[in-house]
């Protein structure tokens, strides 16, 4: 199982985090998602910390322990969104979501 | 640029069944993981089952809540991938939603707009 916050709220401009725990979650790469409304899902960071092609840079990925973290550094308004962490090990998981608020 | 694009959504009965599809470009088809990924409405994602491709033997695996009820399956003369749904429940309810997985898995690199599968009496 993988726990996320339901919301984070963050000012345009400041740093947002999100975290995603679970036991396992430091013996697997995560993955991260941005889902805006009515929008399907679009991966953001892959293995942990990658970014995929077109993925601004303020977008970053970590993992220590237990949790692993998306850092959304300089937060625009568009950025705005659910963000869903997931894992794979003998099956896929999904964290529950957290919406990110940028007021 | 991949491309997928679902089709077949609609309204089914409890305890009836439904086949949505997926249709697939821009990419190596036949070298692709393919899952389906699920979302109720208002709620989270949730992954349903995946194939794998033809050199991996088009292993299946499924979710726990659906196994024994969906099948995924591929035609890769087609670039196309099913989920055949049978004794539907009401809590299958989503809007479904077909990804690639690339070559090896765990990474949804791509994603389909959605089919709404309504289970409802």
């Known amino acids: 199982e993988l726990t996320q916050p339901s919301s984070v709220s963050v000012s345009p401009g400041q740093t947002a985090s999100i975290t995603c725990s679970g036991e396992?979650?430091?013996?697997?790469?995560i993955c991260w998602y941005q889902q805006k409304p009515g929008q399907s899902p679009v991966l953001v960071i892959y293995?942990?910390?990658k970014r995929p092609s077109g993925i601004p840079e303020r977008f970053s990925g970590s993992s220590s322990g237990n949790t692993a973290t998306l850092t959304i550094s300089g937060t625009q308004a568009m950025d705005e969104a659910d963000y869903y962490c997931?894992?794979?090990?003998?099956?896929?998981?999904f964290g529950g979501g957290t919406r990110l608020t940028v007021l | 640029e991949d491309q997928l694009v679902e089709s077949g959504g609609g309204l089914v009965k409890p305890g009836g069944s439904l086949r949505v599809s997926c249709a697939a470009s821009?990419?190596?088809?036949?070298?692709?993981?393919m899952s389906w990924v699920r979302q109720a409405p208002g709620k989270g994602l949730e992954w349903v089952g995946r194939?794998?491709?033809?050199?991996?033997?088009?292993?299946?695996d499924y979710a726990t809540p659906v196994k024994g009820r969906f099948t995924i399956s591929r035609d890769d003369s087609k670039n196309m991938v099913y989920l055949q749904m049978n004794s539907l429940k009401t809590e299958d309810t989503a809007v479904y939603f077909c990804?690639?997985?690339?070559?090896?898995?765990?990474?949804?690199?791509?994603w389909g707009q959605g089919t709404l599968v309504t289970v409802s009496s």
């Open positions: 821009g990419f190596i088809f036949s070298t692709a993981w």
């Open positions: 990804t690639t997985e690339g070559s090896y898995g765990g990474v949804f690199w791509s």
């Open positions: 997931q894992a794979w090990d003998s099956t896929t998981m």
């Open positions: 194939i794998k491709s033809k050199t991996e033997g088009m292993t299946q």
């Open positions: 293995q942990d910390s």
């Open positions: 396992k979650v430091g013996q697997r790469y």
